[in-house]
């Protein structure tokens, strides 16, 4: 046996086998002198829990011999004895197939002895003694522990609905994170002088908080774009509408509709300001409907569809990206594995770029217009120089699409974004990989950068992420999702999600200084920055990152206190709430 196969697999793994014996053998029970009960699914998935975390501890022991064990086995086993001598007769039934079994004094005694191996397979999963860690590392060690068993509880989710598993993960979950709390609480009064403590501190004055959830789609948001002023933004939806939105206030202002299908991707041209008058002044957008579509913000007007030669379409497949040059040039591709140059305009079809051998998912123009980059489903990053678009350079960039790619203002640096979880950094005049971010094995559908390039931010369907693009070093986890985009200064952070929703983040420069203005208020998902229809490990997570930020033993201001205060009241009310929640 690998001594690096962690002990939770054995604890999932009996989970899953003692549900699978419940389901085939039906309803079961103990029937003794004390008289008889029934055993439940939940039992069964306990039992088989104890099991399998029996069988890591033996493991252990055959690996690594030693007295405890051995200990542990033999207390369980003089407990078992005295059960059995205590209660008398046991017996196990199972009407469905026709089973009863006596248990006598001798199995009590075995049984006894797999509760002693249990408990000692929960020690050595606990114990961390074999290395000395910061407690940066123990804290980062222990969030990802919280993460893992929340994707296991999502995955056994989508597997079946009696099948949940949640109340078992929750309490194994909790043995380690309770440890490890402990272990931090006693670390960091002894390194409060230490370097980590200032690198904590630091994030303080980084911390974005979302001061609006903005809700008018009525389904997914697929996209966002800014105005090239700031005043107003767009947002593209599963529901077939495009809505225009103040960035300032969150007001929604009006919906553009008339695509047949959802609305994967929207744009601003170059001089789309809020409520500029002049003609070239619009937003596009594509849609699975395979045409893209043009209207003016100000009038409200529709102004035209982008038809490819003798076809009523733009594309012979889904448009799931379009983006604007600085010089008016529309580029958009799609599912039919191109890439197509409009003259913005006209509405003339100027140029298509073939190369891909999959499905183009993202695109990026260069900011002097000359240069675009693409990135598709075959893997792979192409760099077009508009100049000669005939023959692009090609990066092997990455083991799985190329959801998300982006360049830096000042059109040095390349940033893709993939479902392999990976964000690759590249210097893009000569396509060499700079830094590779990696962090909880996290798929990326969405990338964003500041207007100063110092702030990177990364999305899925679960979350969002920002780093400090220099270092490479994550600053901050919202509880967001995609798509995410920055307003042209940089202050202003929008994110999209699945629930039709919209969230309006703003970077916090002076929140130490104030204990009034920055304390949340709202309901109970609005304190806790998720939507009402969360599910319970979203929220659970949400409020593990707040209290990352605010808890007492990090943070030692007073508005963190009040905040902290805040956030555990509505944590207190969405385990109130929850029972009536369905989801």
């Known amino acids: 046996m690998n001594k690096s196969i962690p002990g939770s697999v054995f604890v999932v793994g009996g989970t899953?086998?003692?549900?699978?014996?419940?389901?085939?053998?039906?309803?079961?029970?103990?029937?003794?002198?004390?008289?008889?009960?029934?055993?439940?699914t939940f039992s069964m998935m306990t039992a088989g829990a104890i099991v399998g975390t029996a069988t890591y501890g033996a493991f252990k022991t055959i690996l690594q011999p030693d007295a405890v064990s051995f200990g542990m086995m033999g207390i369980g086993a003089v407990g078992g004895a005295s059960v059995s001598t205590a209660i008398g007769g046991i017996?196990?039934?199972?009407?469905?197939?026709?089973?009863?079994?006596?248990?006598?004094?001798?199995?009590?005694?075995?049984?006894?002895?797999?509760?002693?191996?249990?408990?000692?397979?929960?020690?050595?999963?606990?114990?961390?003694?074999?290395?000395?860690?910061?407690?940066?590392?123990?804290?980062?060690?222990?969030?990802?522990?919280?993460?893992?068993?929340?994707?296991?509880?999502?995955?056994?989710?989508?597997?079946?609905?009696?099948?949940?598993?949640?109340?078992?993960?929750?309490?194994?979950?909790?043995?380690?994170?309770?440890?490890?709390?402990?272990?931090?609480?006693?670390?960091?009064?002894?390194?409060?002088?230490?370097?980590?403590?200032?690198?904590l501190n630091k994030q303080k004055p980084e911390a974005w908080k979302c001061l609006h959830i903005l809700k008018g789609h009525?389904?997914?948001?697929?996209?966002?774009?800014?105005?090239?002023?700031?005043?107003?933004?767009?947002?593209?939806?599963?529901?077939?509408?495009?809505?225009?939105?103040?960035?300032?206030?969150?007001?929604?202002?009006?919906?553009?509709?008339?695509?047949?299908?959802?609305?994967?991707?929207v744009s601003f041209s170059p001089d789309g300001n809020a409520f500029a008058s002049a003609k070239r002044s619009f937003i596009a957008s594509g849609s699975i409907d395979r045409t893209i579509s043009t209207w003016h913000p100000k009038s409200k007007k529709f102004i035209r569809t982008f038809f490819q030669l003798n076809s009523p379409y733009s594309h012979d497949g889904f448009v799931h990206t379009i983006a604007f040059s600085c010089n008016g040039i529309l580029a958009s591709a799609g599912?039919?594995?191109?890439?197509?140059?409009?003259?913005?305009?006209?509405?003339?079809?100027?140029?298509?770029?073939?190369?891909?051998e999959d499905a183009v998912l993202a695109i990026a123009f260069t900011p002097d217009g000359k240069t675009l980059v693409s990135g598709g489903a075959d893997k792979t990053i192409k760099i077009w120089n508009l100049d000669h678009p005939t023959k692009p350079k090609v990066i092997d960039a990455h083991s799985a699409a190329v959801e998300?790619?982006?360049?830096?203002?000042?059109?040095?640096?390349?940033?893709?974004?993939?479902?392999?979880?990976?964000?690759?950094?590249?210097?893009?005049?000569?396509?060499?990989?700079?830094?590779?971010?990696?962090?909880?094995?996290?798929?990326?559908?969405?990338?964003?950068?500041?207007?100063?390039?110092?702030?990177?931010?990364?999305?899925?369907?679960?979350?969002?992420?920002?780093w400090q693009l220099e270092s490479g070093r994550l600053i901050q986890t919202l509880p967001g999702m995609n798509p995410v985009v920055f307003s042209k200064n940089g202050k202003t952070l929008i994110s999209g999600g699945k629930y039709g929703t919209i969230k309006i983040w703003h970077q916090r420069q002076d929140w130490e200084n104030n204990t009034e203005n920055d304390i949340p208020s709202g309901k109970w998902w609005e304190i806790?920055?998720?939507?009402?229809?969360?599910?319970?490990?979203?929220?659970?997570?949400?409020?593990?990152?707040?209290?990352?930020?605010?808890?007492?033993?990090l943070n030692t201001s007073d508005a963190a206190k009040i905040y902290m205060q805040k956030i555990n009241q509505a944590y207190q009310e969405f385990q109130k709430f929850y029972p009536k929640n369905n989801l």
């Open 335 to 356: 599912s039919d594995k191109k890439i197509k140059l409009w003259g913005s305009y006209t509405g003339e079809l100027k140029r298509a770029l073939i190369g891909h």
């Open 91 to 199: 017996g196990l039934v199972a009407p469905k197939i026709g089973l009863a079994v006596g248990i006598g004094t001798i199995p009590m005694a075995g049984i006894g002895a797999i509760f002693g191996l249990a408990a000692y397979g929960i020690v050595k999963m606990l114990d961390t003694t074999q290395h000395v860690e910061t407690p940066t590392e123990l804290f980062q060690r222990m969030e990802a522990k919280v993460l893992d068993m929340d994707n296991y509880h999502a995955a056994v989710l989508e597997l079946t609905d009696f099948l949940s598993g949640e109340d078992l993960n929750r309490k194994f979950a909790n043995l380690e994170i309770e440890a490890e709390l402990e272990q931090l609480q006693h670390k960091i009064p002894k390194i409060k002088q230490n370097s980590e403590t200032t690198s």
């Open 528 to 553: 806790l920055g998720v939507e009402i229809t969360a599910s319970k490990s979203q929220v659970k997570q949400a409020y593990l990152e707040l209290a990352k930020q605010f808890h007492p033993d």
């Open 16 to 40: 899953l086998g003692g549900t699978g014996i419940s389901s085939v053998v039906g309803g079961m029970g103990i029937a003794g002198g004390f008289g008889a009960m029934g055993i439940s």
């Open 218 to 265: 009525s389904a997914g948001v697929n996209s966002i774009a800014i105005s090239p002023d700031d005043k107003i933004f767009a947002s593209g939806s599963d529901d077939r509408t495009v809505r225009l939105w103040n960035l300032e206030t969150g007001e929604w202002i009006y919906m553009f509709t008339g695509q047949a299908g959802a609305i994967l991707s």
């Open 404 to 466: 998300a790619v982006i360049i830096s203002p000042d059109g040095e640096t390349l940033i893709s974004g993939s479902t392999d979880c990976t964000i690759k950094i590249w210097h893009l005049p000569t396509g060499e990989l700079l830094n590779t971010l990696t962090q909880n094995s996290i798929p990326i559908k969405s990338l964003a950068i500041s207007s100063d390039g110092k702030i990177l931010a990364s999305a899925n369907h679960n979350q969002i992420q920002l």
